[in-house]
């Protein structure tokens, strides 16, 4: 049983670094949301990471493997996200805020998930993302964007709105459906 864990939880970093990778590449380019602010295409699918990594907790935890693979699934992350952007010339602001962001808040992520291990899976997620995605978010944005041409405060402001409204919304989208499919498994089992 162990082996198929291990199997799910090298899937989930694979998904997990792929999603990191494809949301830098989509940095640069913005939506326009009017009053909900900038969206930063990448946003929209670095949501995903958020639960993909509480995914990759939960199925190390049933494999007794622990944080360190976590921890090392977001370090290849990094690392592969800054070999890809260095490919494909992304600014180096945007490689610096990237691999700062991911490191800080998916590492604060990882603790807070595992102090709450004792919890439901759906408030160990909320609880730990609660706290990283806006750490991300804040994080990402000053240090990409501080004193670039066109990115006064406000335009900042604006793009950490719509990173948290899409961020928390698909996150929580996909930890909903996860928990009810996990739940409908569960019934179908017993049955």
Same mark, same amino acid.
Do not use: C
């Given at each position: 049983?162990?082996?198929?864990? &291990? /199997?799910?939880?090298?899937?989930? %970093? *694979?998904?997990?670094? $792929?999603? @990191? =990778?494809?949301?830098?590449?989509?940095?640069?380019?913005?939506?326009?949301?009017?009053?909900?602010?900038?969206?930063?295409?990448?946003?929209?699918?670095?949501?995903?990471?958020?639960?993909?990594?509480?995914?990759?907790?939960?199925?190390?935890?049933?494999?007794?493997?622990?944080?360190?693979? &976590? /921890?090392?699934?977001?370090?290849? %992350? *990094?690392?592969?996200? $800054?070999? @890809? =952007?260095?490919?494909?010339?992304?600014?180096?602001?945007?490689?610096?805020?990237?691999?700062?962001?991911?490191?800080?808040?998916?590492?604060?992520?990882?603790?807070?998930?595992?102090?709450?291990?004792?919890?439901?899976?759906?408030?160990?997620?909320?609880?730990?993302?609660?706290?990283?995605?806006?750490?991300?978010?804040?994080?990402?944005?000053?240090?990409?964007?501080?004193?670039?041409?066109?990115?006064?405060?406000?335009?900042?402001?604006?793009?950490?709105?719509?990173?948290?409204?899409?961020?928390?919304?698909?996150?929580?989208?996909?930890?909903?459906?996860?928990?009810?499919?996990?739940?409908?498994?569960?019934?179908?089992?017993?049955?």
């Amino acid at each position: 049983m162990k082996g198929h864990y &291990i /199997f799910w939880l090298s899937m989930t %970093a *694979a998904l997990y670094t $792929v999603a @990191v =990778a494809v949301s830098n590449l989509l940095i640069p380019i913005f939506i326009n949301l009017g009053p909900l602010g900038m969206l930063s295409a990448g946003t929209l699918t670095f949501g995903l990471t958020f639960t993909l990594r509480d995914i990759a907790h939960q199925t190390s935890a049933r494999a007794g493997l622990g944080r360190t693979p &976590i /921890f090392l699934m977001i370090a290849v %992350a *990094a690392v592969v996200n $800054v070999i @890809v =952007a260095a490919i494909i010339g992304t600014p180096s602001r945007f490689l610096i805020a990237s691999f700062g962001a991911i490191l800080l808040s998916e590492g604060v992520d990882t603790e807070i998930y595992h102090r709450l291990r004792q919890r439901t899976w759906l408030m160990r997620v909320f609880s730990s993302n609660a706290v990283s995605v806006p750490l991300d978010s804040i994080t990402f944005t000053v240090v990409a964007f501080a004193g670039e041409p066109g990115y006064d405060a406000a335009i900042m402001l604006q793009i950490i709105e719509a990173d948290l409204l899409f961020k928390f919304g698909i996150g929580a989208l996909i930890a909903l459906g996860k928990n009810w499919w996990d739940r409908t498994l569960k019934r179908e089992a017993t049955e």
